[in-house]
């Protein structure tokens, strides 16, 4: 698989993607091309998060199979009003592409390029269902750590797990 730009065509496989994962809810689809379509509304993506504007860009890296069909994204952003803390949005792979190893390579490229802009920390908030637990084992073997489990969060009986994972050490 190579990484690669996405573009306002890459919306609706965005979508074939979420939905082919059968674990993120239709509300939590919208909300992820509501972020897609804000960084693509017109022209090119956004320019990377300024710290003097206060608001969230959001930055996407795709990845795709050899014969260039999008397979899976991330979606990932500096977090407003924080020293050098970003935040990963999203991360879906199409199941058919799972367990090749796509998903650590865009959490690499994500990790790569935050550590060029001397990120301090990255933080991913998932749920604690039952269907997430391999999200969570995903998480946890690429080195980040529980940091906080908000009881109930999304509804009863589903917390809010956030971890972290340092990238520098200032």
């Known amino acids: 698989m190579r990484l690669g730009a996405l573009q306002?065509?890459?919306?609706?496989?965005?979508?074939?993607?979420?939905?082919?994962?059968?674990?993120?809810?239709?509300?939590?689809?919208?909300?992820?091309?509501?972020?897609?379509?804000?960084?693509?509304?017109?022209?090119?993506?956004?320019a990377p998060y300024d710290p003097g504007d206060g608001v969230a860009n959001y930055e996407f890296v795709g990845s795709f199979s050899r014969e260039g069909q999008l397979v899976g994204y991330v979606c990932y952003g500096a977090t407003p009003g924080t020293d050098r803390t970003y935040d990963l949005y999203w991360i879906a792979m199409h199941p058919a592409f799972q367990g090749e190893g796509g998903g650590s390579q865009l959490l690499d490229e994500v990790e790569r390029r935050l550590r060029q802009r001397e990120a301090r920390l990255l933080v991913v908030e998932t749920s604690s269902r039952d269907d997430y637990s391999s999200t969570r084992r995903f998480y946890e073997t690429r080195g980040m750590n529980e940091a906080a489990r908000l009881a109930d969060f999304y509804a009863p009986g589903d917390a809010r797990v956030v971890y972290v994972k340092r990238l520098t050490h200032s």
């Open 8 to 46: 306002r065509g890459h919306r609706n496989r965005i979508r074939e993607i979420l939905d082919a994962t059968s674990v993120f809810r239709d509300d939590e689809v919208q909300v992820a091309l509501e972020l897609f379509d804000e960084t693509f509304a017109v022209g090119p993506a956004r």
